[in-house]
């Protein structure tokens, strides 16, 4: 079953069963100050659950863009290094405002996997919230999932909240036993972390309201929000090891392949690199289908740290002509079936993928040169912390984000001085804030407006020390 095929059948499962199809909403969330990016299926209908908007539909099924990346949920780190984990990723879920709850939930979720999708049922497993006993009687009763497949897991893994007050629940997640060969080490279990209970589905039941002093009451009308990743499905029903593997990425790293001459089985940092080309491919491709370009605050420099970290690793692999813009070209056939607006902007799309490109790799070079030879000092010295200083320079100068520092180092014995780093960007802040207060910024703003720029929305302040610089 091809990655498109998998989501339709998603879509058309819960719309059969009277769910109405919602389109993935933006990658910028858009009622939402608090988040960064959308991170989850559910993040279009807060308002609805919160009952503060009303929808026709009490049933809707998605397959959401999601982009973790910053904020509360950041996969960057795990990109390349994991099998399942992406910056960016389709979320499918089914949502039931106030209508169904666990027993339907659960058994629509188990009857798509086993019946729909064919899934063997014996190597399903379950997690539920340590008290969760409903969820346990439903799972061993109704479903018939034998006792030791049922594992109680708690807050970190199994409990679901909207925020510190407000809707939330437990959850539940079902996991597939990928095999011994997927196993991190012989104390291999559900909940290690590793790939081999890989965890598919997530089913949150919302059923408290908490307030500020943490009592949680129960909601009169409890709600089903469900998020399990595309990516990951395919990679099971495709019975290939990783997500990477699946039609949806191979392709792209087959791109960059063939673009640097190398192949992923020539060594481990050769895959890494190429993993993380094509992961970070498409999230640049649909950050800016949606609207986010390159900058130096909030998302944008989310984007600029995905993008520049992509250009890195490709250097590491001998990749020094431009060739995001050719990997992200791949993205866009992949893509075309569900997402044919993407394509429509591929020419804008490309365009600042090719300039980003060209922008940084005159600094690059040089920045990558000044980095080894503080690190060729450092061993000399038997220092091991990269100082403040350097890591200033590199960002100031040479247009490195603190993640490109923190990738070459990667596995070695070596910690950045952040703090150091930190200092100096304040100073640097504190120097161009008595610039502009000399100039007067109702002056410079005029001047900008009457030169046609629009100032750019760039996030709450609690956005932009969310999103930093690192
Ligand atoms: P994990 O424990 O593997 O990091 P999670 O518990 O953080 O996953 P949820 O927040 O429950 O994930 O999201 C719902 C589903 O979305 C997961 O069950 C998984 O299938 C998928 N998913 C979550 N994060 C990623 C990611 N970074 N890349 C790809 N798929 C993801
Ligand atoms: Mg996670
Ligand atoms: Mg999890
Ligand atoms: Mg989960």
Not at 124 to 130: A, K, V
Request: aromatic fraction near 10%; proline fraction near 4%; include cysteine.
């Amino acid at each position: 079953m091809t990655g498109n095929e998998v989501r339709k059948k998603f879509l058309e499962y819960f719309k059969k069963h009277n769910h109405q199809v919602v389109r993935s909403s933006s990658l910028v969330p858009q009622d939402d100050p608090t988040l960064l990016f959308t991170n989850a299926g559910m993040v279009q209908f807060k308002r609805t659950f919160l009952g503060e908007e009303k929808r026709d539909y009490v049933r809707a099924v998605t397959s959401q863009k999601c982009v973790r990346a910053g904020g509360k949920h950041n996969d960057l780190e795990n990109v390349g290094y994991t099998a399942r984990h992406h910056t960016f990723f389709e979320m499918l879920g089914n949502f039931s405002f106030g209508d169904y709850f666990k027993e339907k939930a659960i058994a629509f979720a188990w009857d798509l996997l086993t019946n729909g999708y064919g899934l063997p049922a014996d190597q399903l497993w379950i997690s539920i919230y340590l008290d969760d006993d409903e969820a346990f009687r439903i799972w061993r009763e109704d479903i018939g999932i034998p006792e030791e497949r049922i594992v109680r897991l708690g807050e970190k893994d199994n409990f679901w909240a909207m925020g510190d007050t407000g809707p939330c629940g437990p959850c539940s997640e079902i996991h597939i036993d990928r095999g011994p060969e997927f196993a991190c080490g012989p104390d291999c279990k559900l909940g290690c972390d590793c790939d081999r209970y890989l965890e598919i589905w997530n089913l949150v039941f919302m059923q408290y309201n908490r307030d500020a002093s943490g009592k949680m009451t129960p909601l009169p009308h409890p709600s089903i929000d469900t998020g399990m990743g595309l990516e990951r499905v395919a990679s099971v029903l495709q019975n290939v090891p990783t997500n990477y593997d699946t039609d949806l990425i191979m392709p792209i790293m087959r791109k960059a392949e063939g673009l640097a001459g190398k192949k992923m089985s020539d060594s481990a940092e050769t895959e890494v690199a190429i993993k993380v080309i094509a992961d970070h491919s498409r999230a640049m491709a649909f950050l800016i289908g949606d609207g986010v370009l390159p900058s130096n605050e909030g998302r944008g420099y989310v984007l600029r740290r995905i993008m520049r970290r992509a250009i890195r690793y490709g250097r590491h692999i001998g990749l020094t002509r431009p060739f995001l813009h050719e990997t992200a070209g791949v993205v866009f056939d992949i893509m075309k079936p569900a997402y044919p607006e993407l394509s429509e902007s591929r020419a804008f799309i490309t365009n600042v993928i090719r300039n980003e490109e060209l922008r940084f790799s005159e600094t690059l070079d040089k920045g990558l040169t000044l980095l080894n030879e503080t690190l060729a000092g450092m061993a000399a010295q038997g220092r091991t912390e990269v100082p403040g200083d350097v890591m200033f320079r590199l960002y100031d100068t040479y247009g490195f984000p603190a993640d490109i520092v923190q990738d070459v180092v990667r596995d070695r014995e070596i910690t950045l001085d952040m703090k150091g780093f930190d200092a100096r960007m304040a100073e640097q802040r504190k120097k161009s804030r008595s610039v502009v207060s000399f100039t007067g910024i109702g002056e410079a703003y005029k001047t900008l407006s009457a030169s046609g720029v629009k100032p750019e929305f760039t996030g709450y302040t609690a956005l932009s020390a969310e999103a930093s610089v690192l």
